[in-house]
């Protein structure tokens, strides 16, 4: 696929990922099945593997390009995730989207502390590679997962 193709593709898909935010920030975390994954989770996957510092300047200019669509800062981490290791639940400190790039990964999130809207409570799901999980900031969240993955987590400046 040629560049302008790629642009295309992860455009769509940070849109998506910019209407899920806008509908669900700081209210409640919310699945993201974004246009483009076929595209943009293969080439976010590759890079990974590359040598050279092209993976994290791949994350870094989507990080970059997500924080400048939601008027914020962003950055981008890669994190591998092995059979039968479980995340103990941490607190999100930080809105964050969690876009697994290879395997499966079981998030498990919970609100932490009052005040959030009526229906807002824990939540368990299992994502695909391709698939987008926001989590916004005053959620606790735990991974886990049975066979290796690779999760890119886009986290926004407060």
Not at 34 to 47: D, F, I, Q, S
């Amino acid at each position: 696929m040629d560049a302008a193709a790629f642009q295309d593709d992860l455009e769509t898909f940070l849109t998506d990922m910019v209407w899920t935010f806008a509908t669900h920030g700081g209210r409640s975390a919310a699945v993201v099945w974004p246009r483009g994954e076929a595209t943009v989770t293969p080439a976010l996957a590759a890079a990974h593997e590359q040598d050279g510092g092209w993976e994290q300047h791949l994350a870094d200019a989507v990080a970059h390009r997500l924080g400048t669509l939601v008027d914020r800062g962003a950055r981008a981490a890669y994190r591998t995730v092995r059979p039968g290791e479980a995340s103990e639940e941490t607190r999100v400190a930080a809105d964050t989207f969690l876009l697994t790039l290879r395997g499966a990964v079981e998030a498990r999130l919970a609100p932490l502390g009052p005040g959030w809207p009526a229906g807002v409570g824990r939540l368990r799901h299992r994502l695909r590679a391709g698939e987008v999980l926001y989590v916004p900031v005053g959620f606790s969240s735990a991974l886990s997962v049975r066979t290796p993955a690779l999760v890119m987590e886009l986290t926004l400046s407060p």
